[in-house]
């Protein structure tokens, strides 16, 4: 099991609908991020929060859109996604600078 | 642009060997990395991390060097095990933003 927990862990979606992606930790992490990883290849940033902040928008599409409530959760918000954002959804959280990433198991998400 | 990469897309070593993976990056202001583990259905694991002030450090059963005048990572893994059997990543941070960039990936596959 990890300390940073993602739910759920597989969703279907389709074009239209809105849904939402969870992520919780308790390791007084103060940096937190979401990544995204396609089948066989490395995972990619998208997001990063400093202190309940954005601080990293690697140009990532309006349909994704973050939330962070407080410093232990981290939220990804989804609307009309296409098909080509099926993906591993891994949120991670950190101290913030040279520390190691920890992660979740992901949420597999399908949209069809 | 920059990027971190890996020589070798899959590693095949007999078990109780000893196993290298090796990696490239090219960001000269890259500062510290970690190689991440990731088994089927679950997020990446930190194994071991290295600041570059160092050029080698050991952990349980494992070892990074870093070589920053080629810009080369490896990961020694002694005694391979089939629990070893995974994708392994490096990954690279230049600390300015807590960015962290992961590598291509290898697999690693044990044989009994």
């Known amino acids: 099991d990890t300390e940073v927990t993602q739910t759920p862990k597989h969703l279907v979606m389709g074009m239209t609908n809105k849904k939402s992606l969870k992520c919780e930790q308790h390791?007084?992490?103060?940096?937190m991020y979401w990544y995204k990883q396609k089948a066989k290849k490395p995972p990619e940033l998208m997001f990063v929060?400093?202190?309940?902040?954005?601080?990293i928008n690697e140009s990532v599409p309006s349909r994704f859109s973050p939330e962070c409530p407080n410093s232990s959760l981290l939220n990804l918000h989804l609307h009309a996604l296409q098909p080509e954002d099926s993906a591993l959804y891994l949120c991670?959280?950190?101290?913030?600078?040279?520390?190691?990433?920890?992660f979740g198991n992901g949420t597999r998400l399908t949209v069809t | 642009g920059e990027s971190v990469g890996l020589h070798l897309p899959t590693l095949s070593v007999q078990e109780g060997d000893n196993s290298i993976i090796n990696c490239a990056y090219s960001?000269?202001?890259?500062?510290?990395f970690i190689w991440y583990k990731q088994e089927s259905g679950k997020g990446p694991q930190f194994i071991i991390d290295?600041?570059?002030?160092?050029d080698k450090r050991q952990g349980q059963r494992v070892t990074v060097l870093l070589n920053k005048t080629v810009k080369h990572l490896s990961l020694q893994i002694a005694a391979t095990q089939p629990g070893d059997s995974a994708v392994y990543f490096c990954?690279?941070?230049?600390?300015?933003?807590?960015?962290?960039?992961f590598g291509k990936g290898i697999t690693l596959s044990v044989r009994p």
């Open positions: 991670a959280s950190s101290h913030w600078g040279n520390s190691p990433l920890h």
């Open positions: 390791m007084g992490h103060r940096a």
């Open positions: 929060y400093s202190y309940e902040k954005l601080s």
């Open positions: 960001n000269s202001a890259s500062d510290y």
């Open positions: 290295i600041r570059s002030n160092m």
């Open positions: 990954a690279e941070n230049n600390g300015a933003n807590s960015k962290l960039t």
